[in-house]
């Protein structure tokens, strides 16, 4: 009886919250009109709709998905993703999954190409998708993107881990918000196994810094506690550093510097940085950030 | 147990070499053993200006000719009819698979183009069906006894790469169980009685391959480009490691750097080092390129 009553529960709950969801979409944009029936997915049944994909969305502790399909004769559709991430930090790491250097001014960050746009506001990260681009299409999936990001009241707030990455040499259009080791290896290889000990109760952040010729990267990581990060600092040093001794900087085969750092629950390597003096400097200053100087 | 086996592959392997030649399948681990020349697994890659045109249209003539060559180059006969005679009979009760996904399906000039030198060995009509999505039910290709497997080359989200051995996941009632650790055991399927033995030829289509997938829908025409080339072959393993290894080349040369692919293609690998389906080290290939060099990038 119980159980009964929490699955209905579940369901008027998620009934709910598709309801608000539709409220975000138009029925019809210039001549494209949306199909009589969404569809609606939540973390069970995702793979029906996507087939592969639908684990980066999990990995983001996705909830509900609501795809509404538009229509006009004699052109490709237009399909809408509405993803309910639960949380705006979320919302923003599945959006940096895949944006590249890009800015459209469209919700908190978009990104376009080739008659895809992705966009995340608050909690929500949209995907409006046609096969393929024409002049018409380009202009009304922009247009749909304008109306539903209107439509999204709230605005979220970045992680927090952002803030503690250096500002100087930032690219401020290639940040990666994620939780696994997947979501890492996918933006910057690490190692095949999961030598961060990383998963769905850690938040990674990876910075990318553009020196001159050199691209170098600052991932920071927090976990739960103090001795999870303990632990992961272990095996990131035996399974990747193990020269290191109490070196705290090290040179590794291709010329360049790896650094690394705990503070509290927190860890901070630099990856790839040309010059031991610049890895020293960023050590530093994120070592103060995360202290609070 | 070693001390590979507990990080497996990192990015140092990169950097010192030792994993370069493993780079092609993300994680392949070549033992010094490999290194020794063995007997090579023959591919073909055949590849013409014209058989897709800046629209993406394949053009029919040149892909029939382009398969006569590799199927002609794989067996080693000089005749178009010879060639396609010893790959299947004309007593032979044949099922293409094919592939439908959405952006990127086998295009029905391949589907045709094979079909046609399948009726002109002497295949009857009625002997030959082509298929994808619930061939494990199809009561035609349980009971036929030979197969030919044409997909086209891209990646994917759950295997890291979908080529020759993951088109097979139709020939199983619940794909999913196969899904899990990067579609490891994918090959098994192959193993399958009512799938082992029964492959004559391979062709893995990279005409327009997908090099990279973003989104929900794992596609966008930006990450497509017009490669215009076949591979031939009747080693499904040795085929789909080519084909990693072209995705990887391409996505240096566009993205700049390695980039790893959104899921390791351990099922390429584990195909050939645990199910013994053929092989996956690119040493032990003799690729034999036919036709247009331009931009060949393996």
Redesign the interface.
Known sequence: MKRLFLISLLIFFQYGVSMEMKNFLPKEINGWKALDKDRIFNEQTIFDYINGSGEVYLSYNFRTLLVREFKKYGQTPIVVDLFDMGSAEDAFGVFTHDYENQELGIGQGSFYLSGSLTFWKGSYFVSIWSEKETEEIKKTIFKLAELISNAIPEKGSLPELINYLPHRNLNTKNIRFFHNHYSLNYHYFLAEKNILNLGQNTKAVLGEYKFKYTRSYILIIEYKSKKEAKNAIKSFLKNYLPEAGENRIVQIENKKWISFGQIKNMIFILFDFPQKKLAEQYLNEIENKLRGV | MNEKS???????D???GTAYAALFSA?GLLGKDDLIAEKKTKVVLVRDPKAVDWKNRVNYEVILEMLDQAVMALTGEKKPFLAWRKIVKPEDIVGIKSNVW??LPTPHEVENAIKKRLLDVGVKEKNIKIRDRGVWRDSFFRKANAYINVRPLRT???SGIGGCIKNYIPFVPMP?EYHGDSCASLASIWKLPHVKGKTRLNILLALTPLFH??????????YVWPYRGIFVGKDPVALDALGVHLLQEKRKQYFG????F???VKHVYLADKKFHLGTSDLKKINLIKIGWKEGILI
Not at chain 2, 257 to 260: K, T
């Open positions: 507990i990080k497996g592959i990192t990015r140092r990169f950097l010192r994680l959405g952006p994917h989200h759950w999913w997938g973003i989104g929900p829908h794992h596609f966008n025409p930006a750097r390695y980039r790893a959104a899921t390791p």
